[in-house]
């Protein structure tokens, strides 16, 4: 202890044990009053609202009562923070509705405005800080095949057993997929883009692989995340072949003004840090009847989105008339999401 | 923003910047901001307020194109008439009227009325195609049709008399409302494709019998320019929204953009 303290007369020793004990009660009652801010005052949809939000339970588990109670504490806490009337939807999957999603990819045009509108609609992170974007577009290069890079050698003489075309030599495309690609004006004659984003898969690795079970396939085909169970492990990331699973690495940074205040409690409500997002196909949309706002958005109509179920649909127009392939389908996931061309 | 966690000293400075970047937030989606649909120039819409907070489109900041639509059905007229054959008895069918965008100087109507009234320009006799040096002003590419390879021209669309229609093939009009009347005499595979839902554009709902907006032909292609040169692809090109940011540390693409070429020593093996 410094000299100059020990120098310290009785009464300024009892003054510091009277302090003491004073800045002990104020600690006190300042812990005890900030429990009770907790519960109550003075902010009561923020801390009501984040008290509860942690002991509820996984969404799938609530009675409806508790899905009533958990979507009017965030409905609350939402539109205290954004300023504006937030809705937060419920809504279940639609008995006898399976949707099927279907791109075009030889109409795309790579504009990217599918990733915007996106952005848009579910309340993605944006700026440069933490960017979340669902879907990307991937700019490919058209095939330069020619005689004179068919190579008939194989492997060199001497080597393997190889027949047809040069394990050396590459033919045809050559470039791989560009995410970056920014050109003045799309599309490029020597290019076509394709698309991807969560495949709503029937049989989904990210479920699979799911510790907690916040990630599951609703009956009419949407994978959806409840967040509030998310532990951002990362596993569904790693699982998913088709890296359509981002992580919020911060907190997230939604403008109050240009949050859309429509949300649905699986989809596109505000999220936090450290929890898993994608693609839900606008479920606050679709379960209404609208189409996705990427598949309305398209310019030129590449996108199309229906009910697998019902055999007028556009979505199955498309399968049946069309030249239709699944990304990956090796894997076995059975993604609802499909390409084809004309 | 940094902004938000340094020192105070900087806080002068974020004020600043706010008090410079604000203006231009604020104009953003505003209303009476104009902004296209599919086709820069050709299918404007202007952002207006619909109901209190919900406008009626949100615009691109960067690419001034239609992001967003809060009303997919504001300003539609009822399809009406058109010649959908399959059965729409229950949905609910609507399109925007082309007329108002295409007339909006009333210059079809003008010309119309004051000399393509079958009075003061002679109709033409015969059926050649020949170029046209008039008309640059209302139709830029009109020295540059690129519809049906050079082999039609006008009048093969335009109504000869009339100049606020189109034409079939037997010399009726054609609303400029209903395009694919006439665009589907000869391209019926492709209309046929549309009807179905499988060309083209809707918004609004997907489930059965709910109310759609259909695109229209024109609200897409050019038709005096859908070739549109070399890339062929029957629609503009656009600019393209911005890319995603780089990953932390990235300085740039490049690596995208290298051919993985053949090996350095092409006849051996390493």
Redesign the interface.
């Known amino acids: 202890m410094p000299k100059q303290d020990s120098s310290k007369t009785k009464d300024n020793k009892l003054t510091s044990r009277r302090d003491f004990l004073r800045s002990a009660g104020n600690y006190t009652v300042a812990s005890l009053s900030g429990a009770a801010m907790l519960l109550s005052d003075p902010k009561p949809a923020k801390a009501n609202v984040t008290w509860e939000e942690h002991f509820q339970k996984n969404y799938r588990l609530m009675t409806d009562e508790e899905k009533q109670e958990a979507i009017e504490r965030l409905e609350t806490r939402y539109s205290e923070e954004y300023g504006?009337q937030v809705t937060v939807d419920g809504t279940p999957s639609i008995e006898g509705v399976l949707f099927g999603y279907a791109l075009n990819i030889q109409?795309c045009?790579?504009?990217?405005?599918c990733?915007?509108?996106c952005v848009?609609?579910n309340n993605q992170s944006r700026?440069?800080?933490q960017?979340i974007?669902w879907i990307?577009v991937l700019r490919m290069e058209k095939g330069k095949f020619s005689e004179a890079d068919r190579d008939q050698h194989g492997?060199?003489e001497s080597?393997g057993v190889q027949v047809g075309g040069n394990a050396?030599?590459?033919a045809g495309v050559?470039?791989?997929?560009?995410?970056?690609?920014?050109?003045?004006?799309?599309?490029?004659?020597d290019a076509f883009y394709f698309p991807m984003q969560c495949m709503q898969c029937e049989k989904p690795p990210c479920v699979k692989v799911c510790p907690v079970r916040t990630t599951y396939r609703d009956p009419d085909g949407i994978v959806v995340i409840d967040y509030n169970w998310c532990i951002g492990c990362r596993m569904c990331i790693g699982a998913c072949p088709y890296w359509a699973r981002r992580f919020n690495w911060g907190e997230p940074n939604l403008p109050k003004?240009e949050m859309n205040p429509v949300t649905h409690y699986l989809g596109n409500r505000p999220r936090m840090k450290g929890v898993v997002e994608k693609c839900s196909f606008c479920v606050q949309r679709?379960r209404k009847?609208?189409?996705t706002?990427c598949?309305?958005?398209?310019?030129?109509?590449a996108r199309?989105?229906?009910?697998l179920l019902?055999p007028?649909?556009?979505i199955r127009?498309?399968l049946a008339?069309?030249k239709v392939f699944r990304l990956r389908a090796d894997l076995n996931t059975y993604p609802k999401f499909f390409y084809y061309m004309d | 923003?940094t902004c938000y966690r340094n020192h105070q000293t900087l806080f002068g400075l974020c004020l600043l910047l706010f008090l410079f970047t604000s203006p231009l937030?604020a104009t953003e989606n505003q209303t009476d901001q104009e902004c296209f649909?599919?086709r820069d120039g050709m299918s404007q819409v202007r952002v207006r307020e619909i109901s209190p907070?919900l406008v009626n489109v949100?615009c691109?900041s960067t690419?001034g194109?239609?992001?967003?639509?809060g009303d997919?059905f504001a300003g539609t007229i009822p399809m009406g008439d058109m010649d959908i054959e399959a059965d729409y008895s229950n949905e609910e069918a609507v399109v925007k009227p082309r007329e108002p965008e295409l007339d909006k100087n009333k210059m079809l109507t003008i010309c119309s009325m004051a000399c393509h009234d079958g009075n003061y320009v002679p109709i033409p006799h015969s059926k050649t195609p020949r170029p046209l040096k008039m008309h640059l002003d209302t139709v830029p590419d009109a020295m540059n049709l690129k519809h049906g390879k050079g082999n039609i021209w006008c009048l093969d669309c335009h109504h000869l008399v009339e100049r606020t229609k189109l034409i079939d093939n037997f010399g009726y009009s054609i609303s400029f409302n209903q395009p694919q009347k006439l665009c589907g005499k000869c391209h019926g595979q492709v209309y046929r494709a549309w009807r179905?839902?499988?060309?083209?554009?809707?918004?609004?709902?997907?489930?059965?019998g709910?109310k759609k907006r259909w695109?229209v032909c024109t609200e897409?292609h050019n038709p005096h320019d859908v070739e549109q040169k070399?890339?062929n692809?029957g629609?503009a090109?656009?600019?393209?929204?911005?890319?995603?940011?780089?990953p932390k540390g990235m300085v740039n693409?490049d690596h995208?953009?290298?051919?993985?070429?053949?090996?350095p020593d092409?006849?051996?093996?390493e």
């Open positions: 504006k109409k045009i790579g504009c990217r405005r990733v915007k509108a848009a609609e700026g440069d800080e960017q974007e990307r492997y060199p080597f050396y030599k590459p050559v470039l791989e997929g560009q995410h970056y690609y920014e050109p003045e004006q799309v599309p490029e004659k003004e679709t009847g609208r189409w706002a598949v309305e958005v398209c310019p030129v109509g199309k989105f229906g009910n019902d007028n649909s556009e127009k498309v008339k069309k | 923003m937030l649909e599919s907070g949100k691109s690419t194109g239609v992001l967003w639509w997919p179905d839902g499988l060309h083209g554009k809707r918004i609004g709902m997907w489930d059965k709910g695109w897409c070399e890339r692809s629609f090109q656009l600019r393209p929204e911005p890319a995603p940011n780089l693409a995208e953009r290298m051919h993985h070429g053949a090996h092409e006849t051996g093996h």
